[in-house]
């Protein structure tokens, strides 16, 4: 983002929807690239896939739901804090926005731990292959 000064006004550019976008999909597949390797390495491969589609069903089944209970709203609701604040009232968006907190910080907690953790093993396998090279 850039900011220009215009006397006492200032401007800063927003993302586009086009913009937005790139950049959610952007840090989705960025993540699934770091992601998916490393647990596919723990779980093995059945478990593994298994995992995958068990989670894939139940994004798909959620994302369903969603829709559906936003469909059914009387003013068509868009926001999920809004249609909590609708059916359970104002404790809601507090426990909604608890519940994408610790979601979002579990995300950002697991990528930089895979990432420590293969910048580490890259060190170390960097380091053995040069002290193995001298000897």
Do not use: W
Not at 40 to 63: E, I
Not at 82 to 103: D, K, Q, T
């Amino acid at each position: 983002m850039s900011s220009d000064r215009d006397g006492d006004t200032l401007k800063t550019e927003k993302l586009t929807i086009f913009q937005t976008s790139l950049a959610l999909v952007a840090a989705n597949i960025g993540g699934g690239i770091l992601g998916m390797p490393f647990a596919l390495y723990h779980l093995g491969l059945y478990a593994g896939l298994a995992a995958c589609l068990v989670l894939a069903l139940l994004n798909h089944y959620s994302n369903m739901m969603y829709l559906k209970v936003k469909d059914m709203t009387p003013r068509r609701n868009e926001s999920i804090y809004e249609i909590a604040y609708l059916l359970i009232g104002r404790p809601s968006i507090f426990f909604v926005c608890i519940v994408m907190f610790l979601s979002n910080y579990g995300c950002c907690l697991m990528y930089y731990m895979v990432i420590g953790q293969t910048i580490y093993s890259l060190i170390l396998q960097s380091l053995i292959d040069t002290n193995a090279e001298t000897t």
